[in-house]
């Protein structure tokens, strides 16, 4: 499947699972890795619910269940995401081994710092407290930097011309990795803007104050799935490709005016808190 949006016409249903079965038996090894390591997370997010359900305690708050829960299903579904987007990116086989490989051991590192520090019952993020806090912080804001250098490099290249890819699907790519460039933006926010609260000896204003760009955050960083997702069910449609683009750019345009409202409203109280 990779690279290619094109199926075969019949019930939209039956299409639909046959291209899903194709991203797993047409993929590349490296994608199929991405594909395993990120159902894994998926699953330590749900069991982490489980442990909620029976352990009990607060949901939100620095310290709770809800980070490895929440962490784990948004790593998880993230790299699957760039892993089967990114299929439609042009890259080299080195390159792309090299970036998603980097990609995965980072969300998986990522996730097992906050659900060691759950299990300890300490925050994950802004947490200086001991030397094993301080360190697990600082890995965590090293393993963001990671995050981006990979994401910005699959961004640059999902820009680059690639006549393999249908224009329909190039432009929900295109429109997804620039959201997402969004959602790091406003990542990196968080983290130097807590960082310096944590530093001048207000730890709880640190998770007051990166509350404000969550859902900006939140929004800007599934486009990439969202779009794309739109792009592959139109294939299994009737509508001829310069329909499917047309579609794919009205929802493009109505993904970002509602996230250029929440983008304004987060960054005001961001900037006032």
């Given at each position: 499947?990779?690279?290619?949006?094109?199926?075969?016409?019949?019930?939209?249903?039956?299409?639909?699972?046959?291209?899903?079965?194709?991203?797993?038996?047409?993929?590349?090894?490296?994608?199929?890795?991405?594909?395993?390591?990120?159902?894994?997370?998926?699953?330590?997010?749900?069991?982490?619910?489980?442990?909620?359900?029976?352990?009990?305690?607060?949901w939100?708050?620095?310290v709770?269940?809800?980070?490895?829960?929440?962490?784990?299903?948004?790593?998880?579904?993230?790299?699957?995401?760039?892993?089967?987007?990114?299929?439609?990116?042009?890259?080299?086989?080195?390159?792309?081994?090299v970036?998603?490989?980097?990609?995965?051991?980072?969300?998986?590192?990522?996730?097992?710092?906050?659900?060691?520090?759950?299990?300890?019952?300490?925050p994950?993020?802004?947490?200086?407290?001991?030397?094993?806090?301080?360190?697990?912080t600082?890995?965590?804001?090293?393993?963001g930097?990671?995050?981006i250098?990979?994401?910005?490099?699959?961004?640059?290249?999902?820009?680059?011309?690639?006549?393999?890819?249908?224009?329909?699907?190039?432009?929900?790519?295109?429109?997804?990795?620039?959201?997402?460039?969004?959602?790091?933006?406003?990542?990196?926010?968080?983290?130097?803007?807590?960082?310096?609260?944590?530093?001048?000896?207000?730890?709880?204003?640190?998770?007051?104050?990166?509350?404000?760009?969550?859902?900006?955050?939140?929004?800007?960083?599934?486009?990439?799935?969202?779009?794309?997702?739109?792009?592959?069910?139109?294939t299994?449609?009737?509508?001829?490709?310069?329909?499917r683009?047309?579609?794919?750019?009205?929802?493009?345009?109505?993904?970002?005016?509602?996230?250029?409202?929440?983008?304004?409203?987060?960054a005001?109280?961001?900037?006032?808190?």
């Amino acid at each position: 499947m990779a690279g290619s949006v094109d199926a075969p016409r019949g019930l939209p249903v039956a299409d639909a699972l046959r291209g899903l079965r194709s991203a797993w038996t047409g993929g590349r090894r490296v994608e199929r890795a991405a594909y395993v390591v990120g159902a894994a997370l998926l699953l330590s997010g749900l069991l982490h619910l489980v442990v909620f359900a029976v352990d009990g305690g607060p949901w939100t708050g620095p310290v709770s269940w809800r980070k490895p829960v929440t962490f784990g299903l948004s790593f998880g579904l993230t790299l699957v995401t760039i892993a089967w987007v990114g299929s439609f990116v042009r890259l080299g086989d080195r390159a792309r081994t090299v970036l998603l490989g980097v990609f995965a051991a980072d969300c998986v590192v990522e996730v097992a710092l906050i659900t060691v520090q759950a299990w300890r019952r300490v925050p994950s993020h802004f947490n200086m407290e001991t030397t094993l806090d301080t360190v697990i912080t600082r890995m965590l804001a090293v393993g963001g930097g990671v995050l981006i250098v990979t994401l910005v490099t699959f961004t640059v290249a999902a820009f680059k011309a690639n006549p393999e890819t249908a224009p329909s699907m190039r432009l929900a790519v295109r429109s997804g990795f620039a959201a997402l460039m969004l959602a790091l933006a406003s990542g990196a926010a968080m983290i130097a803007r807590g960082v310096a609260k944590v530093e001048s000896g207000d730890q709880q204003a640190a998770y007051h104050v990166v509350a404000a760009l969550k859902p900006a955050h939140f929004v800007t960083m599934h486009a990439i799935l969202v779009l794309p997702l739109l792009a592959w069910l139109l294939t299994f449609t009737a509508l001829p490709e310069p329909r499917r683009v047309r579609v794919v750019a009205v929802a493009a345009g109505a993904y970002w005016a509602v996230a250029g409202v929440v983008i304004a409203v987060s960054a005001v109280r961001f900037m006032i808190t």
